[in-house]
């Protein structure tokens, strides 16, 4: 994994990037095991305080504008992995 940029749900459309461990971690763990050499996007759910992985989307994801946010060119890297 290159790299990951969580973010959270916070209201409506409002979007919060955290550099959450434990995201950052079941993100190194999907990508490990499902050899995926390419842009992904999982969500997570949090059940008592622990996040479970519920959905991995073999693309890159609808808010991917929102992770550029964070100075990261994704669509750059996925062109570069190529």
């Known amino acids: 994994m290159l790299t990951a940029v969580p973010r959270k749900k916070v209201e409506g459309r409002i979007r919060l990037l955290?550099?959450?461990?434990?995201?950052l971690?079941?993100?190194?763990?999907?990508?490990?095991t499902?050899?995926?050499?390419?842009l992904y996007n999982i969500q997570v759910i949090y059940q008592d305080g622990i996040p479970h992985l519920l959905k991995l989307n073999p693309r890159?994801?609808?808010?991917?504008y929102l992770s550029c946010l964070s100075g990261i060119a994704f669509p750059?890297?996925?062109i570069k992995l190529f």
């Open 18 to 23: 955290e550099a959450n461990k434990d995201l």
């Open 25 to 32: 971690q079941i993100a190194q763990v999907v990508a490990q």
């Open 34 to 38: 499902c050899n995926l050499p390419y």
């Open 60 to 64: 890159a994801s609808g808010g991917l």
């Open 76 to 78: 750059y890297l996925a």
